[in-house]
């Protein structure tokens, strides 16, 4: 079945309008992107669609560092990703850079610190 | 078993409980909420009444002159701010030009000094700001404007000082007559006392019933408020300006405060429900709509917030202030002039607590003056700021930065007496909050010094006591993350 | 009285760019003067990713962004002093500041950078009727609870205002187990980017309704519902579409404000409508010496532009303190036609300037037209122009100097 899909690209802020063209799951076609990063971006969505997670981890003092996924990990399973990171518990020396969990979920992202202190 | 209860930490039990507390007496304040000063002494106009307006031989103009003359004392002793801004009543029209003239001489009746009666041009020489629409005004030199949060706090300060214990959240919902004492219930808690003042505002028709008294009621009157950017007060007005009253009503205020900010309201509306704490779209309509004849182009867009407070309005449009019981004082139907009539009122207070059988022996080390309230850092020099500073560092951390409030301040805020115990009660000591940002960037460190000052987790912090809390508790290792 | 030649108010994304660029332009006699503990202003809180593209090339969380400059600072060694509050700033640039070891200090400076970036409009201001519970917020600060303090400030949630942090918020809130009902915007189109909206709402099946606000806070001691109501053209609420939804939270995310008491303070001439200052293209205001660069100025999108706009100032501080000169030129921008406001609003050198400038309304398929007087300098057609994308154009050294003096205009054409 042949379809169009209309979709927000949200690679960078500039936000383009991508018209996506579909045969099934298949992409033929986009248009409306600015740049390459668009087209890989539809085809993701349409396929299998991924996320950057950002969150906080709980150290051992207490506080909480901000954290991110080094790479973006399926959208699916950003509540599994959320559960397994609330579970860890990072050294309170932990600094930005730091790999609090190494291939989360399998998903071959790192949850790293991105918390910044001088 | 205390010698006296007061029930009601608003403006009057503060200072009732702060004039027995010059004697040897065992006194106590019990109020239903976390904090002094929730009720009615914490919404309202802030303004001391020059006493014009109350009817000759009324309670109200009885008490509210002589608390007009005692105010300024008072809050020097207690160092409050007080400033004597003076008041204006304007006039727009011809019959509103003959009530003024009514009211000078009521005013000149009821011993209010110095009131004058002006002409357009009169009116324009101290306050340029007025509409174009002012032909004439009353003015009252000794209108002044106060800070009900200052008074009750430092009040009931003043009298634990001296003593006097504050029992809070202890909402008292029945009372026995023992032979020899009153028990005032909250739930299992009890609290017994020889004798009771009844200073429960909404709820003292409520109270005096639990004795037996139900010779009155007392209803709510909402007034609804908008406070504007203290930025913009030069262009509006350091007066406190009121219309001439017509058989419509009184009409609203646009005042000063002793804060800096210009102040738009009351509305008049009358309710039924004492809790009811709303502000509505009609009243903020009926605001705008009245204060647009005070004063010209009231930036509507600079208003940082507003809010509602109820006048516990008495069933015999006076004051009732009466014995309920034997030992059991009762002030209904504070209203206004409530607040400047409340240093008036608590010298009263002794009196017919003495006239009901109450020894009074003075303590011989009382002073008026008090002196260990919080110092007032941001009156001193940057010599003085910075001898404090190097004493104590808290001092310049600047936590609020709209207002200019210390972490210092705030400790003490919590440490002075009646003592801070949630966000609102730090705000209504220190101003922090309550400037522009409305506590946007400060509200929460001021969580995190309530925290540690008084030992408990950062999400048991509330607003405003209750269950009034910030945070429901850890992002992580919470039960909602399960 | 302590003599420093730059001082830069705030050491947030703004305040940290400028420092680093005057520093480079040979300005070592500097300091920076930062509120918070550290350096990095609100882009410590702001952990999610997205910023940097267009500085860096590459993707990074707020924190990280901060890092860059904050490294920067503290390899170039120039000094700065946290947990300092600035309390007032005079026309002859004397800047009074307060921390708990150096108390009160007076500086006189002979060079200013204003870069104290914006704060969140509060409730007051929205005037919503209703009680006056716990459990209401900007979305700021709950941003702040959550990232930073690590608490939950809500459960059950309602976010009016579509603006960015409020949709941000929405997805952080929910990811870390709150529910959150809706987002009301009170006008028709989203003030936030379209990229937010996607995956912040869209993403968790958050609804976004639009011309629509909240008119009544129901609650005692916490919020217990709002009650909201779509708005007719005038943005009047429609009695009959009132609905109750029940929440513990309110968060706010209607518009960010530039924080401009010291700029008042000091005298400088703003502009009604940015809320900022009003500067020439070196980002210098009427007081000769002070700029200003970052959200309070004017409030910008993207931390990149914030960075490109507080390098120039840093520059031109430099220039200043180095008495350079260029050739002068006396011109005036001026919005027009759909155009809201310009940053910056006079140009007094010829040199290469990129003007910066909202729209008023949502608008598709005009031309961006700048012009002097009939003649038309530049004359560029956009498929889409919104109020929360901030856009440019730009002005050549050539065509300033040649124009010499008079008013540009920046307007919308069919």
């Given amino acids: 079945m042949e379809n169009k899909r209309e979709m927000t690209c949200i690679i960078c802020p500039r936000g383009c309008t991508l018209t996506v063209e579909l045969e099934d799951k298949k992409v033929l076609g986009v248009k409306g992107n600015a740049c390459k990063r668009g087209t890989d971006y539809a085809v993701a969505e349409c396929t299998a669609p991924t996320r950057t997670l950002t969150t906080t981890v709980m150290t051992e003092s207490g506080e909480v560092v901000a954290v991110k996924s080094n790479k973006a990990v399926p959208k699916e399973l950003l509540f599994d990703c959320m559960k397994e990171i609330n579970a860890c518990v990072a050294p309170a020396t932990v600094k930005q850079g730091d790999v609090v969990i190494s291939n989360l979920l399998g998903t071959g992202a790192d949850i790293v610190v991105t918390s910044y202190v001088e | ?482 | 009285m302590t003599k420093v030649s730059l001082v830069i108010v705030g050491g947030g994304p703004a305040g940290m760019s400028a420092a680093v660029a005057a520093y480079k332009a040979g300005v070592t006699d500097l300091l920076i003067l930062e509120r918070e503990a550290h350096l990095g202003g609100i882009l410590r809180q702001c952990i999610h990713n997205g910023f940097g593209l267009h500085k860096f090339g590459e993707e990074l969380t707020g924190p990280e962004y901060a890092a860059r400059y904050a490294e920067q600072v503290k390899e170039l060694g120039i000094p700065y002093k946290v947990g300092t509050m600035v309390t007032g700033i005079t026309e002859d640039k004397v800047i009074t500041a307060v921390n708990p070891t150096d108390g009160i200090m007076h500086i006189q400076a002979e060079a200013i950078i204003l870069a104290m970036g914006c704060r969140e409009r509060p409730k007051g201001a929205l005037n919503i009727a209703g009680a006056r519970p716990s459990g209401i917020y900007t979305a700021g600060t709950a941003q702040k609870y959550v990232n930073i303090k690590g608490y939950m400030p809500g459960k059950e949630v309602v976010i009016l205002g579509s603006g960015d942090i409020g949709l941000i918020m929405a997805r952080r809130m929910t990811l870390e187990g709150a529910k959150v009902k809706a987002v009301c915007e009170l006008m028709p189109y989203s003030g936030g980017l379209a990229r937010n909206i996607e995956q912040c709402l869209n993403d968790f099946g958050i609804p976004l309704m639009l011309s629509h606000t909240v008119v009544q806070i129901h609650g005692k001691d916490r919020v217990t519902g709002v009650t909201i109501a779509k708005v007719d053209e005038r943005r009047n609420p429609i009695k009959e579409t009132e609905q109750y939804i029940a929440c513990d939270t309110l968060l706010l995310s209607c518009g960010l404000l530039p924080e401009n008491e010291l700029t008042k303070g000091a005298g400088i001439t703003m502009d009604r409508i940015t809320g900022g200052a009003v500067t020439d293209q070196s980002r210098q205001t009427s007081i000769p010496g002070v700029f200003a660069c970052g959200n309070v100025l004017h409030v910008h999108d993207l931390v990149d532009y914030v960075s490109e706009e507080a390098e120039i100032a840093g520059c031109a501080a430099a220039d200043y303190l180095a008495n350079k000169q260029s050739e002068r030129v006396d011109i005036t921008v001026q919005p027009v036609g759909g155009v809201r406001y310009t940053v910056p609003q006079k140009i007094t050198s010829a040199q290469d300037t990129t003007v910066y400038f909202r729209v008023a309304d949502v608008f598709r398929d005009k031309r961006v037209v700048v012009k002097c007087g009939d003649r038309v300098i530049s004359n560029k057609k956009k498929i889409k122009l919104a109020p929360g994308e901030m856009e440019t154009v730009k002005l050549t050294a050539q065509v300033l100097a040649e124009l010499a003096e008079g008013t540009i205009t920046i307007g919308l054409e069919e």
């Avoid at chain 2, 008084?454 to 909602?480: C, D, L």
Wanted: glycine share 10%; charged share 25%.
């Fill in chain 2, 1 to 482: 078993m205390f010698d006296v209860c007061i029930v009601g930490a608003g403006v009057v039990g503060a200072l009732c409980a702060r004039a027995l507390s010059a004697y040897q007496l065992n006194v106590c304040v019990l109020d239903r909420a976390n904090d002094v000063c929730t009720g009615a002494s914490r919404a309202n106009s802030a303004i001391v009444h020059a006493g014009f307006d109350a009817k000759p031989g009324t309670l109200k103009a009885r008490f509210n002159v002589r608390g007009s003359e005692m105010m300024e004392q008072v809050c020097k002793d207690l160092g409050v701010k007080y400033v004597r801004n003076g008041s204006l009543v304007l006039g727009y029209t011809d019959e509103d030009k003959a009530t003024l003239s009514d009211l000078y001489e009521r005013g000149v009746k009821n011993g209010v000094r110095d009131l004058a009666l002006l002409d357009r041009e009169g009116v324009v020489a101290l306050e340029p700001h007025v509409t174009e629409e002012v032909t004439c005004a009353l003015y009252a030199p000794t209108g002044a404007i106060v800070s009900p949060f200052g008074l009750c706090d430092a009040g009931l300060g003043h009298a634990m000082d001296n003593g006097v214990e504050f029992i809070r959240n202890f909402e008292v919902d029945r009372i026995e007559c023992e032979d020899d004492a009153y028990v005032l219930y909250a739930g299992e808690q009890t609290v017994r006392a020889k004798y009771v003042v009844n200073c429960a505002g909404l709820y003292s028709d409520k109270i005096a019933a639990m004795v037996g008294d139900d010779s009155f009621t007392v209803h709510p009157r909402r007034g609804e408020y908008m406070v504007l950017d203290k930025a913009f007060t030069p262009s509006l007005t350091n007066f406190t300006l009121f219309s001439t009253p017509t058989p419509k009503g009184k009409g609203i205020l646009v005042t000063a405060t002793t804060g800096g900010n210009v102040m738009l309201g009351p509305t008049a509306e009358e309710l039924t429900d004492k809790e009811d704490l709303d502000t509505t779209a009609a009243g903020t309509a009926s605001i705008r709509a009245q204060s647009a004849r005070y004063v010209q182009n009231i930036p509507f867009n600079a208003v940082i917030t507003s809010f509602t407070g109820l006048r516990a309005v008495g069933s015999t449009g006076d004051f009732i202030i009466h014995a309920s019981a034997p030992g059991f004082i009762t002030f209904g139907g504070i209203e206004s002039p409530g607040l400047t009539s409340a240093p008036a009122l608590a010298e009263y207070c002794v009196e017919l607590l003495a006239t009901e059988g109450l020894a009074l022996e003075k303590k011989n080390d009382w002073s008026p003056v008090r002196t260990k309230g919080a110092i007032k850092f941001n009156k001193m020099t940057d010599e003085q700021k910075n001898e404090i500073i190097k004493d104590n560092p808290a001092y310049g951390n600047m936590v609020c930065r709209c207002e200019g409030v210390s972490e210092g301040e705030i400790v003490a805020a919590i440490r002075t007496n009646p003592g801070a115990r949630d966000v609102d009660g730090v705000k209504r000591r220190t101003r922090s909050g309550m400037g522009r940002c409305q506590g946007g960037f400060c509200s929460s460190i001021i969580v995190e010094i309530l925290s540690r000052e008084m030992g408990i987790p950062y999400e048991q912090v509330t607003k405003s006591g209750g269950a009034s809390i910030i945070n429901y508790g850890r992002t992580k290792g919470g039960e909602h993350n399960d």
